[in-house]
């Protein structure tokens, strides 16, 4: 039996693999102690509870458990990286990198460390949200520091070339953070093969508890400090003090190790599926998927119905969760600024629908979802002069609209 609404919006949040709480469960009430309680038995199982749940996140991205601090979440870990970047390394310089189409927790944290005085570049994709090589290439100055690109993008899935950038990092001397927090679990992500310095990532975008996340901090060639944002008992060490959050901790490191267990053949039907809903969808005319389609998460898309209004849209699908824009900034009725860096007009931004499948997503969901979404296209498109106006051949960029 079909429940709705049906959860298509994987990429804000997902639900908690089963087999991850079943795992927290004994930390809440039975196993409570604090991980920084070295005098009792209390203290040694969370503390070892902790080290385990380290070791599979470790291994998850092929880093060692050492490299693995502990956060709230990945907008922290940004915070993190990035601040802890700009402070520790201000002796050689203050410019950062990074793209216009980035997470608000990266843009943001630029923001701030601009008015501390560094320098950022903002770089603009293509049109399928791709940056390019030479792009940052022309971007380097000689007091450059860190260059902050994420993985897979959070609203089109696009996955950026990291291999490339990182090349491109290392000869020029400079670190590399991304925020990988879509591409983590879904992907093969591994830090060594893609050179990565420093990266942030969050348990509840896989499977796991919200309210933790982790910075992978790179140890050697090249050691990587940043500092402190956050002070006190100088725990994690010593880049992020506070009472770890076991329970949350031990859902991470069990949602990680299901990740790496079941991400290859996930993908497969999560991609699988998500063709089948673009196809289905793309019969509609003036339909378009927005990002390049070769370079790309598993099970996100993004499409833009042309000849429709945004909130009618997102109220004519009120039985699917999905999102238009970004779950991040969806309080604001503006259009997604990631499509806007894309060059895509006002009325196609508005007009967008962002899918995110995900491990418990089921085929007989796809079908109601395609049913639904272009039964709802349609009557809009039926209501619209604008549609009317297309289908009767008029151009409409050349049309003057009166004022009255």
Known sequence: MLKTPIYLDNNATTPMDPRVLEEMLPFFNESFGNAASRNHSFGWTAEEAVD??????????????????????????????????????????????????????????????????????YLTPSADGLVSIEQIKEAIRPETILITIMYGNNEIGVVQPMQEISA???????????????????????????????????????????????????RKNPRVKVTAQMDGGGHERGMRSGTLNVPGIVGFGKACELCMNEM??????????????????????????????????????????????????MMGVKDIAVSSGSACTSA??????????????????????????????TDEEVDYAINHVKTAVNKLREMSPLWEMFKDGIDLKSVEWQEH
Do not use: W
């Open 52 to 121: 385990y749940a380290r070791e599979r996140v470790a291994k998850l991205i092929n880093s060692s458990p050492k490299e693995i601090i502990f956060t709230s979440g990945a907008t922290e870990s940004d915070n993190l990286a990035i601040k802890g970047v700009f402070e520790m390394y201000a002796a050689k310089g203050n410019h950062i990198i990074t793209v216009a189409t980035e997470h608000k927790a990266v843009l943001d944290s630029c923001k701030h460390v601009e008015k501390l005085g560094a320098q950022v570049t």
């Open 168 to 218: 491109l990092a290392r000869a020029n001397n400079i670190l590399l953070h991304t925020d990988a927090t879509q591409a983590v679990g879904k992907i093969p992500v591994d830090v060594e093969a893609d050179g990565i310095d420093l990266m942030s990532f969050s348990a509840h975008k896989m499977y796991g508890p919200k309210g933790v996340g982790a910075l992978y901090v790179r």
């Open 264 to 313: 290859e053949s996930e993908a497969r039907r999560l991609s699988a599926m998500r063709d089948r809903l673009e196809a289905e969808l793309l019969t509609m005319e003036e339909s378009y998927v927005n990002g390049n389609r070769n370079h790309r998460l598993p099970h996100v898309s993004n499409i833009s119905f042309k000849y429709v209004e945004g909130e009618g849209l």
């Open 332 to 361: 604001s009725l503006e259009p997604s600024y990631v499509l806007k860096s894309l060059g895509l007009d006002d009325d196609l931004a508005h007009s967008s629908l962002r899918f995110g499948l995900g491990r418990f997503t």
